[in-house]
T-cell receptor
């Protein structure tokens, strides 16, 4: 079974450039989560969607960050303009939300972002 | 107060020993509890889920949940060097399907 698919795996770009990270959740999962992980701050939730609708974006650090989920099989996280402090590993995760229970999240391999 | 708290470690145990990892959470309404293992440079990988009070065993791993004390733990028996990783505790609050992760405990198993 295909897991959560993220692209690109690595991204190196210069400060000020626009960065777009992509995620395809596991088929049938209707919750999608974007995380950022750094050594200093650990795993931080940026935003999550239920049924393609953003539920909580309180973790989005600034207006430079935006996320969309136009359909059940695709989401993007965009940073514009990018800054060196945005350098981190960005993970996408998905989970199902069946009636009467909660299911774990499954993570993609992450995008390692470096802003020079 | 953080939603989920873990000792960051590092925790070192000799090969063959029992490693004990602990986690506390603040929301009494939490319903689902998970342990993830994360190797350096890799993504978090689910290793255990637990939903009701008591123990749940899976191979060398045992998850323990005590909702009255708001405490969940992970025991790793017969620890192996390959168990060396960071272990993340996660708690799920229904109905919004919000997940909260701890900061992780770094475990080193010494051969």
């Amino acid at each position: 079974d295909a897991g959560v698919i993220q692209s690109p795996r690595h991204e190196v770009t210069e400060m000020g450039q626009e960065v777009t990270l992509r995620c395809k959740p596991i088929s049938g999962h209707n919750s999608l989560f974007w995380y950022r992980q750094t050594m200093m701050r650990g795993l931080e939730l940026l935003i999550y969607f239920n049924n393609n609708v953003p539920i909580d974006d309180s973790g989005m650090p600034e207006d430079r960050f935006s996320a969309k989920m136009p359909n059940a099989s695709f989401s993007t996280l965009k940073i514009q303009p990018s800054e060196p402090r945005d350098s981190a590993v960005y993970f996408c995760a998905s989970s199902s939300k069946p009636r009467g229970g909660n299911q774990p999240q499954h993570f993609g391999d992450g995008t390692r972002l470096s802003i020079l | 107060q953080k939603e989920v708290e873990q000792n960051s470690g590092p925790l070192s145990v000799p090969e063959g020993a029992i490693a004990s990892l602990n986690c506390t959470y603040s929301d009494r309404g939490s319903q689902s509890f998970f342990w993830y293992r994360q190797y350096s440079g890799k993504s978090p990988e689910l290793i255990m889920s637990i939903y009701s009070n008591g123990d749940k065993e899976d191979g060398r791993f045992t998850a323990q949940l005590n909702k009255a004390s708001q405490y969940v733990s992970l025991l790793i028996r017969d620890s192996q060097p390959s168990d060396s990783a960071t272990y993340l505790c996660a708690v799920n609050n229904s109905p919004g399907n919000q997940f909260y992760f701890g900061t992780g405990t770094s475990l080193t198993v010494i051969p």
